[in-house]
C-alpha cells in the first residue's frame, strides 16, 4: 500500500494582485471557483489544518490571490519515501452576484493574468458546488483549462449534502456538463471528509 500525507502546510503570503505575487519555480496547484463552493475549506481539508485559510461565512471575502506552501509525502510500505515541495494558490472567486460590474471584472481579469503568467501551474481544480448546475462562467472556465496545457480537475463539493443514492448519477451529469473524462471529475466533502485521497494522488502524480 502507499500512502500520501502532507507535512508542514503554511500560510505564506496574500497578494491583493499578480504582480504581488513573487516569482517562484515551485510547483503550484491552483483552486479556482466560484465564490462559497468552499475552497478554503477544502484547502484546510487538504492540509489537515483547520484555519490555515481562512473560511468566511460572507460569500466574496478572498478577494486575493493566497499562497500556502506545503510537502507531500509517499510512503511505502517497505518504508520508502519520497516527497515533492508545493504551492497552493486559493484564487478569487468566480462570479459572485452581489459584486459591482468592476469589481466582477477586476476578479476575472485577475483570473485570467494568473492562468496566462509564465507562473510553474501544473494542475488547476476547479470547484463546483454539487447542489448547483454550473454556470455559463463555470462551463466556459472548464473548456478553458481543458484545452490548456495543464493538468485540469474538477471538483464536486459539499458532497454531504446530497443522499448516497444520488451521488454517482450526479457525478455522471457533471462529467457530461463539463466535457470531462470520469477520473478528471472528483466528489469531495471537508465537512464529512471525503475525497482527500484521491485529490492527494491527483497532486502527487502532477507535481515534478
Ligand atoms: N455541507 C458542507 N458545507 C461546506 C463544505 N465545505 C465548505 N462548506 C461551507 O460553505 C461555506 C463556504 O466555504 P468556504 O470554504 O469559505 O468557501 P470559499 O468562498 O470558496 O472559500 C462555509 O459556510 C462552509 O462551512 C462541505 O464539504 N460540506
Ligand atoms: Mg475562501
Known amino acids: 500500500m502507499i500512502s500520501l500525507t502532507i507535512k508542514d502546510a503554511q500560510y505564506i503570503l496574500s497578494a491583493p494582485s499578480m504582480a504581488h505575487l513573487p516569482a517562484s519555480e515551485t510547483a503550484q ?11 478554503s475549506s477544502l484547502l484546510n481539508f487538504l492540509m489537515s489544518r ?6 468566511s461565512r460572507t460569500p466574496g471575502r478572498t478577494r486575493a490571490l493566497n499562497l500556502f ?17 508545493l504551492n497552493l494558490i486559493d484564487l478569487p472567486g468566480l462570479g459572485y452576484a452581489k459584486l459591482s460590474h468592476e469589481e466582477k471584472a477586476l476578479l476575472s481579469e485577475t ?16 470547484l463546483l458546488d454539487c447542489r448547483r448546475k454550473p454556470t455559463s ?10 484545452n490548456s496545457e495543464r493538468k485540469y480537475v474538477a471538483v464536486i463539493t459539499k458532497i454531504d449534502e446530497i443522499p448516497v443514492s444520488k451521488r454517482k448519477p450526479l ?10 473524462h470520469h477520473d478528471d471529475c472528483i466528489m469531495a466533502s471537508s ?10 494522488l ?3 502524480e502532477h507535481v515534478a
Open 29 to 39: 496547484i491552483a483552486f479556482v471557483g466560484r465564490s462559497n463552493v468552499g475552497k
Open 137 to 146: 462562467e463555470d462551463i466556459d472556465l472548464s473548456q478553458l483549462l481543458r
Open 50 to 55: 483547520r484555519n490555515l485559510a481562512r473560511i
Open 69 to 85: 506552501s506545503a510537502t507531500i509525502i509517499q510512503k511505502s510500505d517497505d518504508g520508502i519515501k519520497n516527497e515533492k515541495i
Open 171 to 180: 457525478l455522471i451529469q457533471f462529467t457530461k456538463d463539463l466535457s470531462l
Open 202 to 204: 491527483k497532486i502527487w
Open 111 to 126: 483570473l485570467s493574468d494568473y492562468l496566462d503568467s509564465n507562473h510553474p501551474i501544473r494542475m488547476v481544480f476547479h
Open 191 to 200: 465537512h464529512a471528509n471525503m475525497g482527500r485521497d484521491a485529490l492527494l
